[in-house]
């Protein structure tokens, strides 16, 4: 982004215009989406555009960074913390996750087919950290049943390894596997890996 805005009509106009990306993302695909189709549907001059964002690509990782934002605000509304079960919790997480991947008409869909040329390291440092903030919480409320050390670590081994194997299994799309299958699976892979006794994670 050129420049941050300000006052409050300069924050709606930025907003519009990362609206106005999704939308046309979603209507129009990747490939053919333009700063002045953009403009168009945000109902600003393309001059209007040039002042917050420097190009399309500036565009698409604002939206990118929204679309994070979205999915951590909706983690922290979920009764996670609720759960005492570990794989209650995760499974939660994991199907909320295929969830948001599944919905927007499209727009989503359209990201993640094109995951290899997007921005997307800001968006997943953004999706680890709220996953880190709900890890320390769950991890000190149930420290007595699950003991862990190097949370961190975990974390970003987790996070990485969900998105990356959610992402391809949803751009592929060759039903081969069943998205239920899948996400039970992966319920089973992180539940085990978290639930680790440090004892059993060798030593320095």
């Excluded at 106005?20 to 053919?32: F, S």
């Excluded at 990782?61 to 570990?86: H, Q, T």
């Amino acid at each position: 982004m050129r420049k941050r805005p300000q006052q409050q009509r300069s924050r709606e106009l930025v907003k519009a215009l990362i609206d106005a990306t999704a939308k046309v993302i979603q209507q129009q695909g990747l490939d053919n989406t333009t700063t002045a189709r953009i403009a168009e549907v945000a109902g600003v001059s393309v001059g209007s555009l040039y002042q917050y964002f420097g190009d399309k690509d500036g565009l698409i990782e604002a939206l990118m960074e929204s679309l994070a934002d979205d999915i951590g605000a909706g983690l922290k509304r979920l009764p996670l913390l609720d759960n005492v079960d570990m794989n209650a919790m995760i499974s939660s997480a994991i199907r909320f996750g295929f969830a948001v991947l599944n919905s927007r008409d499209g727009l989503y869909l359209e990201l993640v087919r094109n995951w290899h040329r997007l921005p997307t390291d800001r968006v997943v440092n953004t999706l680890q950290q709220h996953f880190m903030d709900l890890a320390r919480l769950y991890f000190l409320r149930h420290y007595r049943d699950y003991p862990i050390r190097n949370l961190e670590v975990r974390v970003f081994i987790v996070t990485n390894s969900v998105l990356f194997t959610m992402v391809r299994h949803i751009s592929q799309n060759n039903g081969l596997i069943r998205e239920d299958d899948l996400a039970n699976e992966l319920t089973r892979m992180v539940a085990g890996y978290m639930a680790t006794p440090p004892d059993h994670q060798g030593t320095r």
